[in-house]
DNA sequence: CGCCTTTTTAACTAACTGGTCCGTGCATGA
DNA sequence: TCATGCACGGACCAGTTAGTTAAAAAGGCG
């Protein structure tokens, strides 16, 4: 639009949204919703706690909002990896990956989403559109184990939501744990010769149990 | 004249610590160290807030000593499952067994944990005991590993630390994440045929990718 | 008994924290 | 140009919270 002048105001209400998201997303991050505080998200932004209340209500609106953001996230990154012209063990390792690297590169996110664990998701139940957010994965591994099956790579009766929770599991953890699991066993789970060891692990796990019934 | 129904006052001191303890583990549990307030774990003992202060001095202190006991707990339930005498893959099953069952059981634990990893594990770095105590489970793997290897059963070179990450976080995850993924998923996780068909499922998954290089 | 530890009670404070009040600046269209 | 509605901000309020104080008194050990 306009070029920026430094003596008057721009009202610019998306910029200012979006700024206080961001910023709260840090905060709640970092301490959980009740361990946030309303006055350290506004000192961040460039506008005022007021502005805060503004758009977002309350604090826990604010955080609803930021959860929504967070999740809203995955699902534009994700589904755009062409596995459905690979080979069944080929796809799947590279959906593994994918998941794998997201969590890595996203702790805020798991964060967040330990968080409200804590608090028993009562926040994300409130929430209508988190809920329909993962169907498309599942359909994906379904399509995935459907033609294994049939090509004779993988055995294993298994179901498509377990076989997600089975890979989640392990790369949600190596990120949400990092910190008591690194201080436990003193092993630095975010260098790279340990990155890749886990990556490899998992798949590795999950396409040897998929492999054969026993 | 009227006299109270309890005349006499009994001075216990060790059962005074035990009850605050043990609720104020409920409260952090359920609500997080930022979440849990002094006055509602005051209530709910049988002693009164001064008393809270007067054994442990603050809230964070108290914090720490309820996650210090939460992990002593694990300590001495652990070990005592006789895995020496039995063939490697009987062993392996019955350690994951266990630790699936003991995340299963407490979900307080898991709850603790989580909330300290969000605080980037501040509080246990403090802790000088928690550090060496999950030594042994990784000396038992070790050896159930070796004697695998020097009777086939497993070929895959693993590391210790490594097999009890992928172990633990299956578990873990199953809790700590209950709540979300039960609400995106629809799937009630503490049903017992879900309960057991997930138990089988990381216990194959491991033995699995242990038995054979790939 | 004499002395130290444990326990009780209730009021209190100082800082904090989520949330609001009320007034001002900005842009636009009539 | 002026009215109107949205965007904005500083100061403030009212409730909450960790932590304290003080005065007593009962238990228990030697």
Redesign the pocket.
């Given at each position: 639009m306009e070029k920026h002048e430094q003596v008057?105001?721009?009202?610019?209400?998306e910029r200012?949204r979006e700024n206080i998201l961001a910023v709260a997303t840090e905060e709640f991050a970092a301490h959980g919703l009740a361990g946030?505080?309303?006055?350290a998200i506004a000192e961040r932004t460039r506008?005022?706690?007021?502005?805060i209340?503004?758009y977002f209500t309350?604090?826990?609106d604010l955080y609803l909002a930021v959860l929504e953001k967070a999740y809203r996230k995955i699902r534009s990154r994700e589904a755009d990896l062409k596995l459905a012209g690979m080979q069944p063990v080929a796809a799947l390792r590279t959906l593994i990956s994918n998941t794998f690297d997201h969590d890595e590169n996203h702790p805020e996110f798991v964060r967040l989403v330990s968080g409200e664990n804590i608090l028993l998701a009562v926040h994300m139940r409130r929430s209508t559109e988190i809920a329909d957010l993962n169907v498309s994965i599942i359909r994906t591994l379904t399509d995935i184990l459907e033609r294994g099956k049939a090509d004779g790579s993988f055995q294993r009766e298994i179901d498509a939501i377990d076989l997600h929770m089975l890979i989640s599991a392990f790369c949600f953890f190596r990120v949400s744990n990092a910190h008591t699991f690194s201080t436990i066993f003193r092993r630095n789970l975010s260098e790279s010769a340990t990155y890749e060891r886990h990556k490899k692990m998992i798949a590795d796990a999950v396409i040897s149990y998929l492999r054969l019934a026993m």
């Open positions: 008057s105001r721009k009202n610019d209400p200012t946030a505080r309303v006055d506008t005022s706690k007021r502005m209340y503004y309350s604090k826990e």
